[in-house]
């Protein structure tokens, strides 16, 4: 069974890590490593982490954890650092609410049933206002030049592909995550198993969902993502995600 890294960061928001880490203890995957990487809040989020991390010592237990409490610069900064101090074959960004008991088992399966070329698997998504669904997303199968992308807070890679395409680019304040998938998906060998059902829960107002001028910072940085890893037609393939996006209301 390969370990899968689940890369969780915060900062003061106590409330939704507890939904978290209560998602992941849920999992009946039996080989689970969480790394949680605090930009040193000044909430009680060092007490649930410790919390979390002194329930999960015994070695015979399913999920082990790694963490640490510091200032960062941002969050693509603490999800670089996370993945630094990971050593799992697959890894996650977990910064929401897996929604289903067997959501790691389905993603991880899909991938080793993906055959030659599958890096990954992704799936569908919910955007959550406490217990309400604000937005459902399907993501589907697609091409990135028709301006798919899949839900990033889904996506399971194999490690590998971190190791050879490199970690978020922290330059940029709202796409990173854009950028990264962009880097790996322009190459078409690279393919990604879709698992058709909802298996996260986002909890709505993250980096690039949270306002007006957050979304259109987020589609500025995705064209300049486009034009970095030299692909072509970046602003016709920038308009098409932005008519994607709008279809969600």
Known sequence: MVKVSLLVTTYNDQDNLEITLTSIESQDYQKIEVVIVD?????????????FAGAHQDEADFISVKWISEPDK?????????????????????????CREDAVSKLVRAIEQGGSG?????ADLVYMEG?????????????????WMPGHPTLFLKREIYERYGIYDTRYRCAADYEFMVRFLKDEDNRLAYVPEVL?????????NAGLSN????????????RKNK??????????????VLKQF
């Not at 941002?74 to 897996?98: E, P, R, T, W």
């Open 74 to 98: 941002g969050l693509y900064d603490a999800m670089n650092k996370a993945f630094g101090l990971s050593n799992g074959d697959i890894i996650a960004v977990c910064n929401d609410k897996l």
């Open 200 to 208: 996260v829960a986002m909890f709505y107002g993250g980096t690039s």
């Open 231 to 244: 692909v072509k037609f970046p602003f016709w393939i920038t308009v098409k995600r932005t008519l994607r």
């Open 215 to 226: 979304y259109l910072i987020s589609f500025k940085e995705g064209y300049q993502a486009l």
């Open 39 to 51: 930009g040193q809040s000044k909430d009680k989020t060092p007490e649930l982490i410790k919390k």
């Open 118 to 122: 599958c890096i990954g698997a992704h």
């Open 131 to 147: 217990e309400r669904i604000v937005r459902s997303w399907h993501m589907g199968e697609g091409n990135l030049r028709q301006g």
